[in-house]
């Protein structure tokens, strides 16, 4: 055989074999990302559940939050667990502790809750400070793994104008919320969710809108749940 020739087809055969490794890498990558499973834990009240339609109908925003994680290559197993009604002192915080002792280990725990809370006479720090600060420190000191903490704000409703009382409490609340995120020393760990700002209610200039967004005044739209959704997902995809 030539030697010209045998160098041309040992050539041809090195460059089908580079080409080979470099497809089977990118498919391996492919695969290797598809596969990478994230539970989540979404724990709170009805405005966890999707409640609207006076309870007639649920829209959880887990829905939406999991095809979106599905379109950044990120397979999730949400545990949706929104109770209507239920108050964070003490009864979600109790139920978050037993929810952590399953035996699931979760990768992330979104947590909502204080709105039925706030309709009492309760003051934000004992909210916070004897509710939601217990179970965010639940979630930042599970021994199963170093799991992250998604902490959202509580949202406005139809009822109290900004200068009420009652939302002067829960703006309170929010900027203890807001505060102990920014002041958290596991900055990689945890996250806030401003659904304060994020979903208006008063602010909101287009009574369209707020028709499209707000069901009862308190709860939300299908469209407003979804909302929520993307705002969570904007959160926490560079986090992941």
Not at 83 to 88: P, R
Not at 117 to 124: N, Y
Not at 146 to 162: C, E, G, R
């Amino acid at each position: 055989m030539n030697i010209s020739v045998f160098f041309v087809i040992l050539f041809s055969v090195l460059c089908v074999f580079i080409i080979y490794l470099i497809t089977d890498s990118r498919k391996m990558s492919i695969h290797e990302s598809r596969a990478r499973t994230f539970n989540f834990l979404a724990i709170g009240d009805s405005l966890t559940a999707g409640y609207y339609n006076y309870g007639r109908a649920f829209h959880p925003y887990s829905t939406l939050l999991g095809s979106l994680l599905d379109t950044i290559n990120v397979h999730a197993l949400i545990d949706e667990k929104g109770v209507s009604g239920e108050l964070v002192v003490p009864t979600m915080a109790n139920r978050l502790a037993n929810i952590l002792n399953t035996s699931v280990n979760y990768d992330w725990v979104i947590i909502l809750g204080g709105t039925n809370d706030l309709a009492g006479t309760i003051t934000a720090e004992k909210l916070f400070n004897e509710g939601l600060k217990p179970m965010y420190e639940m979630c930042l000191n599970y021994s199963k793994r170093k799991l992250k903490l998604a902490a959202m704000t509580v949202i406005q409703n139809a009822f109290y104008a900004p200068s009420h009382v009652q939302d002067q409490t829960r703006q309170q609340l929010n900027n203890l919320i807001r505060n102990y995120v920014a002041t958290s020393p596991y900055q990689d760990r945890i996250v806030l969710v401003d659904l304060d700002r994020g979903i208006p209610y008063h602010s909101m200039t287009s009574d369209e809108e707020r028709k499209l967004v707000w069901d009862d005044g308190l709860h939300l739209t299908p469209t407003g749940y979804d909302r929520m959704a993307v705002l969570i997902f904007d959160t926490i995809k560079n986090k992941l």
